[in-house]
C-alpha cells in the first residue's frame, strides 16, 4: 500500500516518539504545518486502517525483572490452529503469536508465541499452561531461548528522496 | 529494577500499553484516571524513558503495512563456524534482528526489505555466501497483539 504524503510525513516525525509535552499533537502538528484536527483525524485513521498499533509506550522487558524469554513453538492441526492461536495470543504472558509454515521434515511447529517470565522457570510453567489449552490438538512442542542479541537495528520508515 | 517503582510507575507503565487518547491534552486525561496532575504524568514519562524502562514512548506502526516485505528467518549453523557466518549474515542490511538461540536452529533473524522479491534474493545470497540453508517463516497470521507487560 502507498501512504498519503501527509501520512508519511506524519510517521517520519513520530516514529522517533512523541514530544512529552501537555499538547503532544499540537506540538507535532506545528511541526508538519497542519491543524491539530486534521493530524488527529490522520491518526485515528491510521490506526482503523491497521498502520498504526496503538499510541502508547513500550516498557523494557528486562528491566521490569523479566529477563527470561523463551520461543515457544507448537505443532497444532491446521482445522484449529487460528481458533486456538487466538486464545494463546491473549494469554497475559505471551506477548507476540503467530502461525507460520511448518518447514518439515526439520521444523514441524505451525504456531510461535513469545513467553516472558522472571526466570525460566516460571517460563516452562507458562508452556505447560499452554500446553494445557492445546489439549490434544498439539502434537509436539519446544521452545528457544533466546542466548545472545547478535544485531538489533530499528525498524525505520527510508526517507523517500525526490 | 521493578523494586524502586512507585505505584503511580506502575500504574502508567500498564496503561501507557494501551492506547493514548486522541485528544489536545491527552496526558490531563491519563492523569484524571489516577487522580495525579498532567505535569505529574508527563514527569513520571520522561524519568521513567530515562532509566530505560520505557524504550520508546508514541505510535507502534505495523512495518508491513507501510510498505515492505518481512521475514523470519533460522539456520542451523555449525558452532566452529558461528562467527563466520555471523559475519556474513548481520553484512546484509535487510537482516534487521538477529538471535542466537537453543536448538539446532540456532540462528534466528528477521529480513526486512523493500518487496516480497527482496526477502528471496536475499535467503538465497545468503545461502551462496554461507553453504547453509536458510528455512523461511513468514508470517501467516498474528493472533491478538497484545503489548501486556504487567509492571
Redesign the interface.
Known sequence: ???HPTDRAI?EA?????P???????AVADRLGIS?TEL?DR??R??K?????????????Y????VSNG?TVWDVEDAVV?QL??I???L?Y????????R?LP??PYNL?AMV?GQNRDEVLEKQKEIAAILGTACRAN?I??????????G?R?RRKDG | MTSDLTQLDRDLINRLQEDLPLTNRPFAEIGAEFGVSEQDVIERIKQLKADGILTRFGPFFDAKELGGAFCLCAMAVPKKRFDEVLTQVNAHAEVAHNYERTHRLNMWFVLATESEAGIADTAEAIERETGLNVLLFPKEREFFIGFKVAA
Open positions: 500500500m502507498t501512504l510517521v513520530t516514529q522517533a516518539g512523541l512529552l509535552v501537555p499538547a503532544p499533537f499540537e491539530e488527529l491518526l485515528d491510521l490506526k486502517q491497521g498502520v498504526i498499533r496503538r499510541i502508547g509506550a513500550a516498557p523494557n522487558h528491566k521490569l525483572g523479566l520461543m487460528d492461536g487466538e494463546v495470543g491473549a497475559p505471551v506477548t507476540h503469536s503467530y502461525r507460520r509454515p518447514a526439520e521444523w510461535f516472558h519446544d528457544l531461548y533466546s542466548t545472545r542479541i547478535l544485531k538489533k537495528t525498524l520508515l
